[in-house]
């Protein structure tokens, strides 16, 4: 008898422990999925535009247009009633109840709904309709439910009842979406329970946490355990007594060799906060926090834990284009490793606070943040902005990771909203206004070179701004960075900048078959495209703000292997990176391969060189590296992530190509005849024609097709007229002599063919004036070329002012005819491509290959096309007439609002050097095939 007692015991005991331990945690109960990729089904009506009228069917969350209801709205056009979206959307869905939660309270939350939101509960309005569509706002329901099935049932404004919310959130320059777009479900708390934290962790070890509790008495206390991630217990329990007066408990404690959090060293604790009776524990919440103090000295910059940081940033939109502003943990950890594969150490959430997991992400990986409340050149209202700032600040107070609130964007700021960050705030974060001159910032959007010249110069103010470097097209971003760069890098007190923007905001239209909508020229303006494709400019910025920063432009043959390096991290030893060389040659024209042939590898010698110092690396090459053709050096982080690669040409001994054609077939006799107009010399069965009224090449023949190579060689962008047009046989074969001059320069051709040799041309002249661009060209048949394989940087592009981030080698790319922003095909086929040793251009005809004999030669392919929304040509530079260039000179492209030519010294035109003529040479190989070594 006895022993069946103590075993009733032992089981009622166990009974009460599970019990009690239920009641410490909070329940989350999901009435929605809890992402784009894990949806719950609602039932839905929708009143106007697409499937409205009727009940069917939604996912949630969800907006509701990516779901083929309603209308879109881009925020422009709800600026006029004839195009504003205003429809309305209803939503219902059943939940279960259990029995044991009617000792418990109950609340239901919502993480994001467009626009107005009324909810029920069995027909009971939960409370006020929430005014807000970026804002996480929650009912306490318990008096609404009942045990078994209950109806939730909300609806949904598209536009806001409140006119300065309508304006503010819904006129901007972005999508303005409708529905229930986050999660929506219940949290169920004991009767007595920890409502909110709010924590205040000095990079000093000093550590204070605001309790606010709901329903506790003089009987009721509270415990803090600061910890380890792994639930390691840091210090000692911190405890106190409740006096219910207060509307906050303050727990504080000081620690000692806390690891501290920064955006490169992103270390995290927890809080675990108890609230007690005499019983026990109550309830408890589990917080994540990390040590970390941000000050703003005024005239200096931002400090983080009392060390200065440039803030290297972009402004990000939270946006996928299937779904919207529906999103994933999974787009955010994405999102936050492409901002770092850029080396950037910050974001801007742009206009309106993200989804919280963006934030955990920023928390655990390591970037700074600037959060911020909505307000796109308009205000909210005073009442309804100050229960908007709450929200925002009670959801996000306890992330490491945000450095400011902004208080709304480019005017959009009540100022009578300031004060009120620091209510819910103990960290007492400063306010920003991005885009104005405020609280010691300057902060102005899309600044030109001069105006950052003369900041430098005069402005007393911390610069950096919000939004700059406007990345429309394929414009802005890294197009001018460097210069920029450069200039912020000297100012006495700039603080970094952000870059607009991250991805293009181009959206799937379910009323346009599936296409994807950038709304003109208003939204593909980021560095990605909408599926986070890269652009070009991703690998520029990688390399310009590289915290490993190597400014050396060639290698002589006479490098001994010490690099200059500067240390831009700012905690950072760079004897806590690693370093890998490998020096390389490059498959010949003929071979199928692409990738380099690497000849040796080896490791610099360990090097300090601490944050914001400047040193060498000492690469430890062998005697004969020049026997290769390229220098690699790649850095690695402490965590392994590749800050950047890279590459130098090794200078040949002898400057030129030749020397890698060789002769191995029989001397073959060279012919010339005339016919009317035209000179053919026939040499290697190959033919070649030639106007003599203009000194071009006509056409070529191969013997196997006619390779519609033409009007070449044409200098680029100048008029000049033929002089004399000349040809006679040398000892070696054939040549022919072509002399032009004008007001715009002169310029003078010599052909020389040669039995099995490529075909030469040499080339000098001299140009007046500053020019788009310099070289020659010839015209081929566009819809003639399949592709192209060519030695040199690559795969992408470059423009005068946005050379950086490629790696030379040989790469291969398809014929396309992609836009930057509009067709998000890349790297893009068309334009100019630097560093040129060889080309194989293959055509439909016959493919040749075309050897370039100079150094800083560029290719250029094609003429691109100008963007279809485009407004201007500032994001269209100019091209020659002719279509493939051999240049020695590009033209810059400028950013949605402003040309190049305001962006700095690289945005400038060319010039001719100190009169000097400028000369080339190239090789033809018409055999179609390669000429081996």
């Known amino acids: 008898m006895q022993k069946n007692k103590l075993f009733y015991a032992f089981w009622v005991s166990i009974f009460l422990l599970s019990l009690n331990a239920f009641a410490q945690e909070s329940q989350k109960v999901y009435l929605s999925g809890t992402d784009k990729d894990h949806t719950v089904q609602w039932d839905f009506f929708c009143n106007k535009g697409m499937n409205s009228g009727k009940w069917t069917k939604i996912a949630v969350p969800s907006n509701w247009e990516l779901q083929g209801f309603g209308k879109y709205s881009y925020g422009t056009e709800n600026r006029k009633e004839e195009t504003k979206a205003d429809e309305q959307g209803l939503y219902k869905h059943i939940f279960d109840v259990p029995k044991t939660w009617k000792s418990q309270r109950v609340y239901i939350i919502f993480e994001g709904s467009m626009t107005d939101t009324e909810v029920k509960i069995n027909g009971k309005l939960a409370g006020d309709v929430h005014q807000g569509g970026f804002y996480q706002f929650q009912y306490e329901i318990t008096g609404l439910l009942k045990t078994g099935k209950n109806l939730l049932e909300v609806k949904v404004d598209k536009a806001s009842a409140n006119r300065s919310i309508d304006v503010a959130e819904r006129h901007g320059d972005f999508w303005a979406f409708g529905g229930i777009y986050r999660p929506v479900y219940l949290e169920v708390v004991p009767q007595s329970f920890i409502e909110r934290l709010a924590i205040d962790a000095k990079a000093d070890g000093n550590f204070s946490v605001d309790v606010f509790t709901s329903k506790t008495t003089a009987n009721h206390s509270l415990d803090v355990q600061v910890q380890t991630l792994a639930g390691q217990n840091v210090g000692a329990l911190i405890s106190t007594n409740i006096n219910p007066a207060d509307e906050k408990t303050v727990l504080k404690q000081a620690f000692q060799q806390v690891k501290l959090w920064n955006a490169e060293n992103p270390n995290l604790y927890q809080a675990k906060v108890s609230l007690k009776d005499e019983k026990g524990i109550i309830h408890t919440r589990t917080q994540r926090f990390g040590f970390r103090s941000i000050e703003v000295r005024k005239r200096d910059g931002i400090y983080v834990n009392g060390v200065k940081v440039m803030l290297r940033g972009s402004n990000r939109h939270s946006f996928n284009p299937e779904t919207g502003r529906t999103t994933s943990k999974s787009i955010s950890i994405n999102d936050v490793k492409l901002m770092q594969e850029m080396n950037m150490n910050a974001v801007r959430m742009s206009h309106y606070p993200p989804d919280v997991h963006f934030l955990d992400v920023c928390d655990s990986l390591g970037l700074y943040v600037m959060d911020e409340l909505t307000g ?131 959206v799937v239209r379910t009323d346009k078959n599936g296409i994807l909508d950038g709304f003109g020229n208003n939204a593909p303006d980021g560095i990605l495209g909408p599926h986070r494709e890269k652009e070009a400019s991703f690998y520029a910025i990688k390399e310009i703000w590289s915290p490993v920063r190597i400014t050396k432009k060639y290698l002589p043959r006479t490098f001994e292997g010490k690099l200059p390096v500067e240390n831009h991290y700012s905690f950072t030893d760079l004897n806590q990176c690693t370093f890998e060389w490998q020096l390389v040659s490059f498959p010949k024209p003929s071979d199928k391969s692409l990738e380099a042939i690497v000849n040796q590898t080896g490791k610099p010698a360990f090097t300090s060189i601490p944050a914001g110092e400047t040193g060498y690396l000492k690469l430890n090459l062998p005697s004969n590296w020049t026997d290769s053709e390229a220098l690699y050096l790649k850095a690695t982080d402490p965590n392994g992530k590749e800050i950047f690669t890279w590459s130098w040409v090794i200078p040949e001994e002898q400057e030129g190509t030749t020397k890698i054609i060789a002769s191995k077939s029989t001397i073959s006799k060279i012919e010339a005849s005339e016919e009317g107009n035209f000179l053919t010399i026939k040499a290697d069965n190959i033919t070649y024609v030639f106007d003599k009224t203009t000194g071009y090449l006509s056409k070529v023949n191969n013997a196997k097709s006619d390779i519609s190579l033409s009007n070449g060689p044409s200098l680029a962008g100048v008029n000049v007229t033929l002089k004399s047009f000349k040809h006679y046989p040398t000892a070696n074969g054939y040549e022919v002599a072509v002399n032009y001059g004008g007001d715009g320069g002169s310029f003078n051709v010599w052909w020389k063919f040669s039995s099995n040799q490529p075909a030469e041309l040499s080339y000098q002249y001299s140009q007046k004036g500053d020019a788009d661009f310099m070289g020659i060209t010839f015209n081929y048949p566009e819809n003639n070329i399949t592709g192209m394989k060519w030695l040199g940087r690559g795969p992408f592009r470059v423009w005068k002012n946005r050379m950086k981030g490629l790696k030379y080698g040989v790469w291969h790319k398809d014929y396309n005819d992609a836009i930057t922003g509009e067709d998000f095909q890349y790297p893009e086929f068309k334009g100019y491509h630097s560093d040129l040793k060889w080309v194989v251009i293959e055509t439909k005809e016959s493919a040749f290959t075309v050897y370039a004999e100079d150094e800083n030669m560029f290719l250029q392919m094609l003429q691109p096309q100008k963007p279809k929304g485009a407004t201007n040509d500032n994001t269209s530079p100019p091209f020659p007439t002719g279509n493939i260039g051999f240049l020695n000179g590009i033209s810059p492209i400028g950013a949605k609002f402003n040309p190049a030519n305001l962006y700095g010294p690289q945005s400038q035109k060319n010039m001719m050097l100190n009169y000097t003529p400028i000369k080339g040479k190239i090789l033809f190989d018409f055999k179609n095939k390669a000429i081996e070594n």
Not at 404 to 430: H, I, M, S, T
Not at 473 to 486: S, V
Not at 496 to 506: K, P, T
């Open 376 to 506: 796109w050149q308009n205000k909210y209202d005073t009442i309804p902005g100050r229960k908007l700032v709450k929200e925002v600040v009670i959801r996000d107070v306890n992330h490491p990771s945000i450095l400011f609130w902004d208080n709304g964007n480019e005017g959009g700021w009540n100022r009578g909203l300031d004060n009120d960050f620091a209510l819910y705030d103990p960290q007492k974060r400063p306010v920003f206004h991005p885009w104005e001159r405020f609280n010691g910032f300057d902060s102005k959007h899309y600044i030109t070179y001069n105006y950052l010249a003369n900041a430098v110069l005069y402005d007393k103010d911390i610069m950096m701004p919000t939004e700059f470097m406007h990345g429309l097209y394929d414009g802005g971003h890294g197009a001018g960075l460097e210069d920029f760069w450069d200039l912020m890098l000297k100012h006495p007190h700039c603080s970094g900048g952000f870059l607009w923007s991250f991805v293009d905001e181009a």
